[in-house]
């Protein structure tokens, strides 16, 4: 689909998420002279806007930009903005939240909201792997970088940790699994402050066991996502597509993050019951959708540890850098050397881009984790202090 398409797609006056609320607004308004908006009303039209705008921005990228740390970023920022503008909307309707069918609604974005912690959880695990990685890459830096002249001993230990690097990123593909014994941990962070919030989230507070599957996980994710229906929509003035909308951004930012992370038990088979036309931000969540499954098919990416594009390059360095150590190693020479001195500048590029992106990306999937929690705690506290004042 042509990436101009969405433009159409999100601007027709039959989207879904604004038709229902529009048609409701003109039958309370059909008897009056002005047809002026309620605030909830002009509040939930503009986060379906939003919420397309955003994905649209990410839609935009180009192949060599989609599923690089940048744009993996950039993903999860789009998300908490939408979770912010969203968690403002639980906030601003709480009396509605304990009604049916908003309860049920909101009840099942929760249970989604947990599931989708594990998911954080095993990405952390991931990032923790390629930092392994990057620290053999540094390795092969140290020991062919900046040297006067490549010998045995710098050719062998660089060869040594590109042996160990090519070793686990293949262990890694065969095995789909990553440090999930480390049992890292988003809960430990800010341990006391938080202790409180995270108390009931003890068993999600871990990394994923050995047994945990990603492609499992988000198909619980997806599980009876449904679009919402019209009466319901009504009933609830259009409060209920909010939280259908909040629940595909969170199931196709934890697919993203699983479809570029190494994780356990990956697997990009999850399907997005939607057509285009249907929401204002269904087009660009379609289009990425399928972007990211095209780029999964591509020779050579197929059952790869993730589609990271650091991960890809990391891969291609090492094989390269492998080769080439391998010919220093059997017969040296000054063309060699050479050789092997040019390869390293795009080693280090590698190394750079994954030494300035990783700790971000970490601190971004964290914090993702964290407003989580926060906004399921404050939803369900609502929910609460409604009830027992009914």
């Known amino acids: 689909m042509p990436a101009t398409d969405f433009h159409e797609a999100s601007s027709t006056p039959s989207s879904f998420g604004f038709s229902i609320l529009s048609r409701r607004r003109d039958q309370v308004h059909s008897m009056e002279s002005t047809h002026e908006s309620t605030v909830q009303e002009i509040e939930l039209e503009a986060f379906?806007?939003?919420?397309?705008?955003?994905?649209?921005?990410?839609?935009?990228a180009d192949s060599d930009e989609l599923l690089s740390i940048p744009w993996v970023r950039k993903l999860l920022e789009t998300f908490l903005s939408c979770q912010e503008e969203f968690r403002a909307i639980l906030l601003n309707n709480k009396s509605n939240l304990n009604k049916a069918p908003m309860d049920r609604y909101i009840m099942d974005f929760f249970e989604r909201s947990v599931k989708a912690l594990d998911v954080c959880n095993a990405i952390r695990d991931g990032i923790e792997q390629i930092r392994q990685w990057h620290k053999l890459l540094e390795i092969v830096l140290c020991a062919l970088d900046n040297q006067r002249s490549i010998g045995?001993?710098?050719?062998?230990?660089?060869?040594k940790a590109l042996d160990d690097l090519t070793l686990g990123m293949l262990e890694n593909k065969d095995q789909n699994s990553t440090v999930a014994h480390r049992n890292r941990s988003f809960g430990h962070h800010n341990a006391q402050r938080e202790?409180?919030?995270?108390?009931?989230?003890?068993?999600?507070?871990?990394?994923?066991?050995?047994?945990?599957?990603a492609a499992k996980q988000l198909q619980a994710i997806s599980s009876n996502l449904v679009v919402?229906?019209?009466?319901?929509?009504?009933?609830?003035?259009g409060l209920n597509v909010a939280v259908f909308t909040m629940n595909y951004v969170l199931l196709f930012?934890?697919?993203?993050?699983?479809?570029?992370?190494?994780?356990?038990?990956?697997?990009?088979?999850?399907?997005?019951?939607?057509?285009?036309?249907?929401?204002v931000w269904a087009s660009p969540i379609l289009l990425l959708h399928d972007r990211i499954l095209e780029e999964s098919k591509k020779r050579g990416r197929r059952n790869v540890t993730g589609l990271l594009k650091e991960i890809r390059e990391l891969d291609k360095c090492a094989l390269d850098m492998s080769v080439l150590c391998d010919s220093?190693?059997?017969?040296?020479?000054?063309?060699?050397e050479r050789q092997v001195r040019h390869r390293?500048?795009?080693?280090?590029?590698?190394?750079?881009?994954?030494?300035?992106?990783?700790?971000?990306?970490?601190r971004q999937v964290r914090e993702v984790f964290h407003r989580i929690v926060r906004s399921r705690t404050e939803g369900l506290d609502s929910i609460g202090r409604a009830n027992s004042h009914d």
């Open 195 to 213: 202790h409180k919030s995270f108390s009931h989230f003890r068993s999600l507070s871990w990394s994923v066991s050995r047994s945990w599957s």
């Open 152 to 159: 045995e001993g710098q050719a062998r230990r660089a060869k």
């Open 344 to 362: 390293v500048e795009d080693v280090r590029m590698v190394y750079e881009a994954i030494k300035n992106g990783l700790d971000p990306l970490e």
């Open 253 to 279: 930012v934890m697919w993203a993050l699983v479809a570029a992370i190494p994780c356990q038990d990956r697997g990009l088979q999850t399907h997005f019951y939607l057509t285009r036309q249907q929401f």
């Open 328 to 336: 220093v190693l059997s017969k040296s020479s000054e063309e060699k």
């Open 48 to 60: 379906q806007r939003h919420v397309g705008e955003r994905f649209q921005d990410l839609a935009a």
């Open 228 to 237: 919402p229906k019209a009466n319901e929509t009504m009933s609830t003035n």
